[in-house]
RNA sequence: AGGCGCGUAGCUCAGUUGGUAGAGCGCUGCCUCGACACGGCAGAGGUCUGGGGUUCAAGUCCCCACGCGCCUACCA
């Protein structure tokens, strides 16, 4: 059997993912025990827009891990994928793309425009499902989804009408977010503030007929051609006997009154502020307050109205600001200028900047069900966010400020709102056109032209993916989903919608937990992003070291913001490089031998290092099944890769070589071979949810691996070790004595070759081992293991007394338990180099023993510290002693 | 402006109820001992940002300071 030295990712990675699909591994079907648990998992949809970034891969990872867990734990296991329409993206970039043919959309008109759209989306919406099959996720791809799909608009529909009906979905007129180059209204959390260096302006505004005037600050002067009142504080003294008199607003000729309102701050700028009800936010809220009238200055395209004056009228508004800034300065009533720095709203995706602006739109009231969603915080305390903090208290704060979500979008890709006018200007909300003429009585409507904000749909994700407003079975079976796991960027759009709806409409909240993944950054700390031009294609790195390696760098990510470096996953790629090298031992070391769950049972009878490598086998996959249970994805990694590299081949192989690799066959050898390909393979399944390629090709390849080592719940599927059993700690197999018997064979043969290396004795050139041990236990630790303290050491010869019986010229060391080794060097030895080496051995132990001897000291700790805790303390101190004079002895029998 | 997180070996990071500071990479020395040089063996390297406090005991809990980052916000 010819097996390459050096793993190729490449090919394991062709070899499997098509069949796993093919033979519908990933459908929950696959699993006949009826009695089975459900775990399910909704993906995160991926825009249909985008390709596959670090983000993908590193939550498509965490999922993919858990679910191949929960799958070969016998769990009924549905992960559920699909993609998002991802309205404003998915417009933009066909807008985009039609541009370069010199034709603009409304060229097009909307149903044509439409129809490139989803052209557009079955040409290059493949691409990323593309490269989630490579990442071998294991997604049921029958049931994918995407949001635009008609059943997935019928359930748009129907919560849409609902709500509607119930009163929460509501049309009206007010001042929202505007994006003159998008021309679109766009929600709070598709506005980014982004901290900007700017001016503020006094300006002043005389009184009309009289003296004085009132002076106020303003970073935004062109809006000042639309104010219709300055407010200030009711308590201020400074301004309380102007409240109720009159201004004469600048280049208006208009006259607006001084109001007195408690939202203003006397102590901003000059305590005075003016009153743009039509172009603020907040002045909107004070308009509404006091009754005040709304001139709209500046229209959908960032540009002056009639309303602003002839001499503004069509002027850009940066361009009036200048303007408005000038007269000021002409008139004499340009206080000052100065510098400032606040915060500018700008649109998430092309970055211009929003301008306030007064709109008829359509808005979902969020009181109650928001109301609903903090309850179910407060009492089942779902869902469960993991880390808990900070992301339960980032999510329920948001959720106590929330305001009503402006829901419409001047867009034509996404859902029309389902919304009719009669001629009248009577609305109609209804399910279909049908319904909404029966219910008009006239056939004579049109639609709303809107369609709805892409979240709207992505928040009945969970329930519409699996069928609903039908009752299906998948919803009964799978619904509440088990976990969702997504970047922290998206709780306030995605998550916490998804909980309020599904609350509203299946009852109960979608998610048991909420896992949060950190957030991978370049070298430099900085955020990856598209306009950085700094991030790294995870494509890349899997042709540069191989899906399974890049999954482990990831898997260990877990909820921290991690700085991304390729060392790492190289060291991941020669992990698996270690794996395919030890599963190439054992194979080519195989005949006569398969794989026995059977030969696993430790027996007494076994030897030392068999007995230990199950209890390790055993205590790692308790560590790794309690890691996974609780998602620290970074601790399961780390107990895997110790185990598998440093107890299974550092040790395990070794000492256990010797009777694999026996000349001519015998039950003992067979033995051997059978336990170690049996504990590879456990390990295997192991690794599976991690590095699915490696470990499947490998476990392919194992004699005996077959049928019979599936999970019971798949017994009729084909052998694949994504169905096998995860492996269930045996209790009886950890020992504790055990693995302190085998640290007791380690210690020795580390400090053996410690004298080796430190003495500079070649490693070719045999030595002779003499092994004192005054406890009787050790001693037949030692004794049993000659053979392989023999081999591992190169010695040729070991012997074990009571008492260390050693020539002077000997190299020695004090081992833990009180023994002793010595190597007798003859003509090698440097009595004062070797004084100098235990001497050194020996600070180290007083150092230590002085530290805690000062703790014993302390009466305090005798007195307070539990028993348990003061025994422990002697006894160590006690065996420091004891190696201390161990040392001594030997120092002495240097003399 | 508020809220939150982070600061541990040269680098990237673990460290889960307070009780002997860990890993990978990098570094030093030795090694073709037939699974693996993407390897083996043996090592060096840390006053856990600084200062105070609680405690018998603090990387771990509390307070303050410094540095870095993130989020929220109706500061005109």
Request: charged fraction near 30%; hydrophobic fraction near 40%.
């Amino acid at each position: 059997m010819e097996i390459p030295k050096q793993y190729d990712p490449k090919e394991a990675e062709q070899n499997h993912y098509e069949r796993w699909e093919k033979q519908g591994c990933f459908a929950p079907e696959i699993n006949r025990d009826a009695n089975a648990p459900a775990f399910s998992i909704v993906i995160p949809p991926p825009n249909v827009t985008g390709s596959l970034h670090m983000g993908h891969a590193l939550q498509h990872t965490m999922m993919d891990v858990i679910t191949r867990y929960k799958r070969m734990c016998g769990y009924r296991t549905l992960w559920l994928p699909g993609m998002d329409h991802a309205g404003i993206s998915t417009q933009l970039m066909v807008t985009r793309e039609l541009k370069k043919e010199g034709v603009s959309r409304h060229d097009l008109g909307r149903e044509k425009f439409v129809e490139r759209v989803w052209k557009w989306k079955q040409e290059s919406g493949g691409q990323i499902t593309t490269q989630m099959r490579r990442e071998g996720v294991s997604v049921d791809w029958s049931r994918e989804k995407f949001t635009m799909d008609e059943d997935l608009s019928r359930a748009v529909r129907e919560v849409f009408v609902r709500l509607y009906e119930e009163g929460m979905i509501y049309r009206g007129n007010r001042i929202v977010n505007w994006c003159p180059n998008d021309q679109t209204v766009l929600s709070d959390l598709e506005v980014e503030k982004i901290a900007q260096a700017g001016k503020l302006y006094y300006l002043r505004y005389p009184v009309k007929n009289g003296d004085g005037g009132v002076t106020v600050a303003t970073t935004r002067p062109e809006t000042m051609l639309g104010d219709t009142a300055v407010a200030v504080n009711p308590k201020d003294e400074r301004y309380r006997d102007l409240v109720g008199t009159t201004l004469a607003l600048p280049l208006t000729g208009r006259e607006i009154p001084i109001l007195a309102d408690e939202f203003v701050d006397p102590e901003f700028g000059t305590g005075a502020v003016k009153v743009t009800p039509a172009h603020d936010p907040n002045d909107y809220d004070m308009g509404v307050r006091h009754n005040l009238e709304q001139i709209v200055v500046i229209d959908p395209q960032a540009k002056m109205t009639e309303a602003a004056g002839t001499e503004f009228a069509g002027l850009d508004r940066y361009k009036a600001r200048t303007k408005v800034v000038e007269k000021f300065e002409e008139l004499g009533l340009l206080e000052k200028v100065v510098d400032y720095e606040f915060s500018i709203s700008k649109c998430e995706r092309c970055k211009t900047v929003i301008e306030p602006l007064i709109s008829t739109q359509w808005f979902l009231r969020m009181d109650e069900l928001r109301d609903e969603a903090l309850k179910l915080l407060a009492s089942r305390k779902k869902p469960q966010f993991i880390p808990e903090v900070p992301y339960e208290k980032v999510y329920s704060s948001w959720l106590e400020n929330l305001r009503d979500w402006t829901i419409s979008r001047q867009l034509w890709w996404g859902h029309q709102i389902p919304a009719w006018y009669t001629a009248e200007g009577e609305v109609i909300v209804a399910r279909t056109e049908t319904e909404a003429r029966a219910k008009a009585g006239t056939g004579e409507l049109t639609q709303d032209p809107d369609v709805l904000d892409t979240w709207f749909s992505s928040q009945l994700w969970p329930f519409s993916a699996m069928g609903w407003p039908e009752k299906t079975k998948d919803l009964d079976t799978f619904y509440p989903t088990s976990v969702l796991m997504t970047g922290r960027d998206i709780i306030f759009l995605w998550v916490s919608r998804m909980v309020m709806m599904g609350l509203k409409f299946m009852g109960r909240e979608p998610f048991a937990d909420v896992f949060i993944t950190g957030t991978i950054l370049d070298a430099h700390g900085q955020r990856m992003s598209k306009t950085k031009m700094n991030g790294i294609d995870p494509l890349e790195v899997f042709d540069k070291y191989g899906v399974d390696a890049t999954r482990l760098k990831l898997a260990s990510v877990g909820s921290t913001d991690i700085r991304w470096s390729d060392k790492q996953v190289e060291s991941y790629r020669n992990f698996a490089n270690k794996i395919w090298n030890a599963a190439r031992f054992a194979l080519m070391n195989s005949e006569g031998a398969t794989v026995d769950p059977e030969s696993l049972d430790a027996s007494p009878e076994l030897a030392l290092h068999d007995r230990w490598i199950l209890s390790r086998l055993n205590r790692t996959a308790r560590d790794v099944r309690k890691s996974l249970e609780s998602y620290e994805f970074h601790e399961a990694v780390q107990t895997l890769y110790h185990f598998f590299w440093d107890d299974f081949c550092d040790w395990y192989i070794e000492l256990t070589k010797a009777d694999v690799t026996a000349e001519g066959a015998s039950p003992q050898r067979t033995a051997a071979r059978t336990r170690l390909l049996s504990v590879l393979e456990q390990a295997l399944r192991l690794l599976h949810p991690f590095m699915p390629y490696i470990t499947e090709e490998l476990w392919q390849q194992l004699p005996g691996a077959g049928k019979h080592l599936l999970h019971p719940a798949y017994r009729d599927a084909e052998p694949t070790i994504m169905l096998a059993a995860y492996p269930e700690p045996k209790a009886d197999s950890i020992s504790d004595a055990t693995e302190w018997e085998m640290e007791a064979l380690i210690d020795l043969i580390t400090r053996v070759r410690n004298i080796r290396s430190e003495m500079q004795i070649k490693p070719s050139e045999p030595i002779t081992v003499l092994i004192g041990a005054p406890d009787e236990k050790l001693r037949g630790v030692y004794t049993a293991n000659t053979n392989p303290i023999i081999r591992l050491l190169r010695a040729s010869e070991v012997s074990v007394r009571e008492k260390l019986d050693a020539p002077r010229a000997s190299a020695r060391a004090v081992l833990v338990g009180g023994g002793e080794v010595a190597v007798p060097l003859a003509g090698l030895i440097d009595f004062a180099q070797e004084r100098q080496r235990l001497s050194k051995e020996k600070e180290k132990l007083a150092a230590e023993a002085a530290k805690l001897e000062a703790q014993l000291a302390n009466p305090q700790f005798a007195e307070r510290a539990p028993a348990e805790k003061v025994d422990e303390l002697r006894a160590r101190i006690a065996d420091i002693a004891q190696r201390a004079a161990q040392l001594d002895q030997t120092i002495a029998s240097l003399d």
